[in-house]
């Protein structure tokens, strides 16, 4: 059973940059396809960006796509994702999340979680 711990979110202006960690333990971290999902108030939960365990490969949904980074170090068994160009619209809760299957976009095929961090982005 992996436990993930997402770390870096906060308070930000548009156009500034943040930088999410997610720090797993209790699995093998290389073995977990590792995605970025995100909610805010009142909507469901997003798909924003994944890397699968069997490659280098990134994913990001349309809307973070050129702003927003994936990327893991397996070696740490840590998940980072580097947001740029911040806008409002992005203010959601952040959350990590391991699976073990390869679709890389879909909330349900994840089954480890972690607890989230806010990310608040003022106009």
């Known amino acids: 059973q992996v436990q993930l711990v997402e770390s870096g979110g906060g308070l930000v202006q548009a156009g500034d940059s943040l930088r999410l960690s997610c720090a797993a333990s209790?699995?093998?971290?290389?073995?977990?396809?590792m995605g970025w999902f995100r909610q805010a108030p009142g909507k469901e939960r997003e798909f924003v960006a994944a890397?699968?365990?069997?490659?280098?490969?990134?994913y990001y949904s349309s809307s973070v796509k050129g702003r927003f980074t994936i990327s893991r170090d397996n070696a740490k068994n840590t998940v980072y994702l580097q947001m740029n160009t911040l806008k409002p619209e992005d203010t959601a809760i952040y959350y990590c999340?391991?699976?073990?299957?390869?679709?890389?976009?879909?909330?349900?095929?994840?089954?480890?979680w972690g607890q989230g961090t806010q990310v608040t982005v003022s106009s």
């Open positions: 999340a391991a699976s073990s299957a390869m679709i890389i976009n879909k909330a349900v095929m994840y089954k480890h």
């Open positions: 209790g699995g093998t971290f290389s073995s977990y396809t």
């Open positions: 890397m699968p365990y069997i490659d280098d490969t990134t």
